[in-house]
Nanobody
Framework: QVQLVESGGGLVQQGGSLTLSCLAP????????MGWYRHFPGKQRELVASVTSGGITNVADSVEGGFTVSRDNAKNTLVLQMDNLKPEKTAVYYC????????????WGQGTQVTVYS
């Protein structure tokens, strides 16, 4: 099985920081667009940020600042640095790796809970 392994979620006070990490098999990470999504209760899953295999980064406008996404190809990891966290950013965050050309695939992690309290 292809497994994406997420870590770094937890409980944090507003204004604090968390770092989420996602580990993927090297053969997948090198050829994939990797991204973070989040799910708010009662709402649909939405894109947070992504990085292409060429290193092009994108952070969704809905994030409203404080998030930085990066990938370390040597370690086959995707990282989401979350700073100045606010309660409205409380959600389950998911890692995804996908390829839409050549041999297509899409794999997900199990999700990690991020809870911000005031």
């Amino acid at each position: 099985q292809v497994q994406l392994v997420e870590s770094g979620g937890g409980l944090v006070q507003q204004g604090g920081s968390l770092t989420l990490s996602c580990l993927a098999p090297g053969s997948i990470a090198r050829s994939a667009i990797m991204g973070w999504y989040r799910h708010f209760p009662g709402k649909q899953r939405e894109l947070v940020a992504s990085v292409t295999s060429g290193g092009i980064t994108n952070v969704a406008d809905s994030v409203e600042g404080g998030f930085t996404v990066s990938r370390d190809n040597a370690k086959n990891t995707l990282v989401l640095q979350m700073d100045n966290l606010k309660p409205e950013k409380t959600a389950v965050y998911y890692c995804n790796a996908k390829r839409v050309v050549a041999t297509a695939f899409s794999y997900w992690g199990q999700g990690t809970q991020v809870t911000v309290y005031s």
